[in-house]
């Protein structure tokens, strides 16, 4: 594996959240870093992770963050590297403020966004993202969908055995 994936989030309280995504993207083999940095309270420093990624190694940035959810946004503005971003379920509006923040760029600086909470399949976006040129992480995902459909014809199998 040539390069990295970063897992930014605004803030700590959205590690329980992302936790499925780190863990995907290491079963996966994908060398993860994860930061804390929030668009808003600190950004010097997501300028500085952005601007450098790609010279760092990193292939992809996945950002999450909840409620004013310019992470992503703000990341996206300083790399020409794809970001993903995680909208975080919020108290007040159930993570649709999360989710519009991202999904609503301006022309010029896209950022690919998932679902609200959606920590596992932005893994495997930035997983399919880096097999583009990683042949070994083309296999991996074939036999991660492989494996799914598996589990799948099992439950069904177990379903289809149950008296309703």
Excluded: W
Aim: hydrophobic letters at 50%; glycine letters at 6%.
């Amino acid at each position: 594996m040539s390069k990295k994936v970063a897992v930014v989030m605004g803030s700590d309280s959205d590690l329980d959240t992302m936790r499925p995504c780190i863990s995907r993207l290491k079963s996966f083999g994908i060398p993860t870093e994860v930061r804390i940095i929030s668009a808003h309270r600190t950004p010097a420093a997501a300028e500085e992770l952005a601007a450098h990624a790609a010279e760092n190694g990193f292939g992809v940035i996945i950002a999450a963050a909840g409620k004013a959810a310019h992470l992503a946004g703000v990341l996206a503005a300083y790399t020409t590297l794809p970001v993903i971003g995680v909208p975080i379920k919020t108290s007040m509006m159930g993570g649709l403020d999360s989710l519009l923040s991202m999904v609503q760029m301006p022309k010029g600086i896209p950022v690919a966004c998932v679902a609200v909470d959606g920590a596992d399949n932005a893994a495997i976006l930035a997983a399919q993202m880096l097999a583009l040129s990683d042949p070994d992480l083309v296999d991996k995902l074939a036999q991660f969908k492989a494996d799914m459909a598996v589990e799948v014809a099992k439950k069904d199998e177990k379903i289809r055995m149950e008296e309703f």
